[in-house]
């Protein structure tokens, strides 16, 4: 069993920046792909972006330029550096854990606000 706790949310000014982290129960998650995906009412939870184990990193379109993920393997924690924040980027903010069996752990989800 893998607990994710994520925390760093809160409301934000257009133009502001925001720092998430996502701590791991164990440090086993580096044998996962971690990431960070958010949901907005009405519509299906999208990725944000996600690590590999072997350390490769892939970004929506929407947050390229934007947004930096990183990770601290001995911790297990990946964090989200969100810059330039927009009210589009208003949403439920969630961290997973895949595994290769196409299993998934979920944190808890935690609302970003975007607005001035």
């Known amino acids: 069993q893998v607990h994710l706790v994520e925390s760093g949310g809160g409301l934000v000014q257009p133009g502001g920046s925001l720092r998430r982290s996502c701590e791991a129960s164990?440090?086993?998650?580096?044998?996962?792909?971690r990431g960070w995906y958010r949901q907005t009412p009405g519509k299906q939870r999208e990725l944000v972006a996600d690590i590999s184990p072997g350390g490769g990193i892939d970004y929506a379109d929407f947050v390229k330029g934007r947004f930096t993920l990183s990770r601290d393997e001995d911790k297990g924690s990946v964090y989200l550096e969100m810059n330039i924040l927009q009210p589009a980027d208003t949403a439920v903010y969630f961290c997973?854990?895949?595994?290769?069996?196409?299993?998934?752990?979920w944190g808890q989800g935690t609302q970003v606000p975007v607005s001035s």
């Open positions: 997973p854990a895949h595994l290769i069996s196409g299993f998934s752990y």
């Open positions: 164990t440090t086993v998650v580096r044998l996962y792909t």
